[in-house]
């Protein structure tokens, strides 16, 4: 029988967790100058910032953490200065913000158009129809399958605003709140044959993986913009408004909007976003 | 079945290949697990031998909320931690959010009730003879409890094997304290939900087996420690 003595046991142990502890302890320094970027999953998903963030921190030396999140999360997380800058596409919720005082400098940096995506076969008969909102009463009028993000995002607060426009409020087996990001929402759509609204930008860069197809298209209420905006640093003191600032500069900056631009069209033959800064915003608020 | 096999061919290939984005997900996982794991130790093993050997009033009531930690839910856990971690929280002040140290924290947090509450019933069960027996040996206390610790060994490294496995699994505190932060805070867990939710479904597949091999592999060598001498 193995008489082997606790002693030894435990010395080895202490050994092994004692490298792991000092490993661990190495890892756990912050990086300089970091920035907290409240977003959405629509701009994480679609790979934008994955190409972006990257030229800022070695612009700037800030370090990004991206905190992507629905819309209405990273407004809330800004409304409580847990974020130092926040890009999002729901400018009627922003504007709340704003007025309230909780964030600042608001300015435009790009936009691109919602579509209502759905089955290739279209039960409901939605197909090149001009009126977005005719195209909703009508995908609820059929009980056709639609998927909603269901999560206070940009892309929920559009979708509100066309039921509230033809009149309905969605609820039955047929309307399908999917609670998760635009990725998320749009495989459970092609899974189940489903309707549902999405950013161009988002819809291209996953198209390859989903049995869907756009239906709808061009109605000026469709209009997703995104803006940029600081934390306000008088009310949160805390914030990093410097590296609020640069960023904010940075993505409205020609180079960046060049950038933005460009993206998407070697892969997916056009753009997924058209850049905007420095123009008037178009406000298309989305109510 | 035959995303699974490109899932296989993918994940293989990015080991080779030492894809460092990926090594980088993987060792920050075990790191951040491991120490979570350790630190629990170092508090979970006293507090549930100390419990287990002792009697005072309302014993009962502690042991039953030390044990409400194995249903414990994780995300709960995350939601709390980050609440309190929120610069608008209470300990917002240390600038902890969405650092691997938050992660630390959180892992800890459901990791501790999981190894004390299995090592006060590991200790619990011993024969008392045997601690009669040591101390009419004329056994120190330390002695007395490092003997009763070895002679516990085997469920004690099923406690250790069950709190790691609790850490090196979660998923939704992870993301909550942690932000799934490129290079900083992402973890196999997270990364494969990313990986999923963008539709990328033979990178999830390929992190989901990275995950479950780190996982038999720590498992294995604990099993290994804990079945040392045994004649069966």
């Not at chain 1, 990004?64 to 890009?87: C, H, N, P, W």
């Not at chain 1, 009149?167 to 709140?177: Q, R």
């Not at chain 2, 942690?178 to 033979?202: H, M, P």
């Not at chain 2, 479950?212 to 720590?218: D, K, S």
């Amino acid at each position: 029988m193995n008489r082997s003595k606790p002693g030894n046991w435990a010395i080895v142990a202490v050994a092994f967790f004692a490298a792991v502890i000092s490993i661990g302890i190495a890892q756990a320094e912050d990086p300089p100058r970091s920035l907290i970027l409240a977003t959405t999953t629509s701009t994480q998903d679609s790979g934008l910032l994955d190409e972006l963030i990257p030229l800022f921190e070695k612009k700037t030396g800030f370090r990004v953490k991206t905190i992507a999140v629905g819309t209405g999360e990273a407004l809330k997380m800004s409304g409580r200065g847990d974020a130092d800058v926040l890009l999002a596409h729901a400018p009627a919720e922003e504007q709340k913000y704003v007025d309230d005082g909780s964030i600042v400098n608001r300015q435009l940096v790009m936009h691109n158009n919602f579509l209502i995506v759905g089955p290739e076969s279209d039960p409901a008969g939605i197909r090149g129809l001009e009126n977005a909102s005719d195209g909703m009463a009508r995908i609820s009028a059929a009980q056709a399958s639609f998927v909603s993000r269901g999560d206070n995002s940009g892309t929920h607060f559009t979708e509100q605003s066309l039921w509230k426009a033809a009149g309905i409020e969605p609820s039955g087996d047929w309307y399908i709140e999917a609670g998760q990001g635009m990725g998320a929402t749009l495989m459970i759509a092609s899974e189940k044959q489903a309707y549902t609204l999405v950013d161009g930008g988002t819809f291209l860069a996953m198209l390859d993986r989903l049995d869907l197809t756009s239906l709808l298209e061009g109605d000026e209420v469709l209009l997703n913009l995104y803006s940029v905006s600081e934390v306000n640093p008088a009310r949160f003191p805390k914030v990093n408004n410097v590296g609020a600032r640069a960023f904010s500069d940075f993505i409205r900056d020609p180079d960046t909007q060049a950038v933005i631009g460009k993206f998407g069209v070697a892969k997916f033959g056009q753009p997924l976003f058209f850049p905007d800064a420095g123009t008037v915003a178009s406000a298309a608020p989305n109510n | 079945m035959e995303l699974i096999w490109d899932g296989l061919k993918h994940a293989l290939q990015l080991l080779f290949e030492g894809d460092p984005r990926v090594l980088g997900i993987a060792i920050r996982s075990l790191q951040l697990s491991g120490l979570a794991t350790v630190i629990s130790l170092l508090i979970a093993v006293p507090l549930g031998t100390t419990v287990a050997l002792t009697r005072f009033p309302g014993r009962n009531l502690l042991v039953s909320l030390i044990n409400t930690g194995l249903s414990l839910p994780p995300v709960v856990v995350g939601l709390f931690v980050s609440i309190t971690l929120w610069r608008s929280g209470p300990l917002g002040f240390l600038e902890l959010l969405y650092t691997p140290t938050a992660i630390v924290i959180a892992q800890f947090v459901i990791c501790l009730p999981v190894i004390t509450s299995l090592t006060l019933a590991a200790v619990q069960q011993i024969d008392p003879k045997l601690r009669q027996q040591l101390q009419s040996l004329g056994a120190s206390r330390p002695q007395m409890v490092g003997m009763l610790l070895w002679e516990a060994r085997l469920p004690m490294l099923a406690a250790v094997m069950a709190g790691f496995g609790a850490v090196i699994s979660e998923v939704g505190a992870v993301m909550m304290v942690g932000g799934n932060i490129l290079g900083y805070t992402r973890v196999l867990t997270t990364a494969t939900v990313l990986e999923t939710r963008k539709g990328q479904f033979d990178v999830a597949i390929a992190l989901s087996l990275i995950l479950l091999l780190i996982a038999f592999a720590v498992t294995w060598a604990l099993t290994a420690f804990q079945q040392r001498g045994v004649v069966r």
